[in-house]
């Protein structure tokens, strides 16, 4: 794909989580001021189950799908490849589904919720399998406006329910934003499977594909561990806050998290669009290492960048959430690390994709769990909630250098490591003064000599972005002129 196309697809999926990052920023202090720090923190519970069933129930399938999209641009062949992907895992979803709802609701079992919110997340769990395999094949097709719309969507319906529900219903606070869940999941699982109905229809596809079942299951399977893994890695924390503290310091924390989530401008936009391209790319020309070199060095001066940003403002931030959910401003700092490590490694674990070694993700998982987990363990008694995000920012470091030079062993790209980590390691100092120490002038002035560092270690590749943002905004501007002066005409 070219820069330009690269940029105008980054562009549309940017405005569209930028439209629900403000939603969010909007509704979020509405919300945390009506509910209490538990029922947030039980709402937390609740998604990080959501996650890690449907990792464990796509049994990798979903890893497959992306992997072997392109190997063919036959509409029957990839409509083939959809049904062999998610036939198996929803036929399993819906088997444990009705296995894990009996022993609930005739309590042979007790879970950590009631029967019936165990009920509405076996629900949710089915709706958002099937809208992760949805939702991917969007990504694959580049259809940028749909996936803004459906990001918008979700918020909009979640949002449009839960605060009827709080403020006029009065239900139970923590079931009212259950069902907004569930509906908006729903929603958006038919409106985008509608408008991909021709990949959807699996009466006129073929099963009698290139790949076999066999093979999808051989690439696909260790992701169900590696991900796993990563999935623990990634709920350590929670786990531990909610093992040692209570649902008040899960809430406060998981405040901060969405704090952070205003990083999903990028993050989601870059990731939405790099796996799918990195593997189209490579089918095109195995040879182009500069491509990756180039995206990487600009997705770490935007998330660095950022990364700082938010850091220095963490304060003003935290005003947005109530004055229970203050504290949340010294759990940020350390907390960035998730999406900035995340969202770079993506660009350097591409040869462990190419060469179609997953089951190095497992060593990955692993190795950074285990990090996480005995972090968390020293760390969340003595500090509480600033111990966890303390010990998630260094693990997601751990995290990023594992991925970057097992990469490296199968299809070597030269990241000029060095100075990335001279800036993690300036990021890390910057992460720990906030930690500990409220918003003032030794804020400002470090923020300063980071970003200053920053541009400087990566001039090259900042004067060049700027430099082709600011032909591309002239350019846009002397179109929208010369449309007018026609339209005047």
Known sequence: MKENSFIKHFMVIGAGTLITMFMGLLTTPIITRIITPEDYGQLSIFNMYTSIAIMVLCLGLDQSLVRYYYSEKDLKYRSGLLFKCVVVPVLSTVAISVIVIILSVFHIIEFEFAPKVIVLLCIHILFQLIYRFSVLVVRLEYKSK???LLNILSKSVYVGLALPLMFFIKIDYFLSLILATVTAGLLCLLFSIFWQKDVWNFRNCTTQISVSFKSLVQYGWPFIISMGMTQLFQAVDKISLNYFCTYKEVGIYSSAL???NIFAIIQSTFNSLWAPMAVE???NDKEDCKFYQQ???????VMFGIGFSLIL???LLVLLLGSEFREAAYILPFLIFNPIMYTISETTVSGIVFMKKSKMQIVIGAISCLVNFVGNSFLVPVYGYKGAAISTGISYIVFFTLRTLISNRYFYIDFALTRFYIMTVIAVLY????TFYQFGVISVVLYVICVSILL???RRCA???ATYLYKMIIETLKIKKLKGEDNEK
């Open 295 to 301: 995206v990487n060095q600009y997705i770490t001066i």
């Open 281 to 283: 790319h490579y089918e």
């Open 431 to 434: 992460a720990w003064y906030n």
């Open 146 to 148: 749909l996936f803004s």
């Open 463 to 465: 004067s060049s972005g």
């Open 258 to 260: 969405s704090l952070v």
């Open 313 to 315: 403002v963490k304060d």
């Open 456 to 458: 400087l270690l990566y």
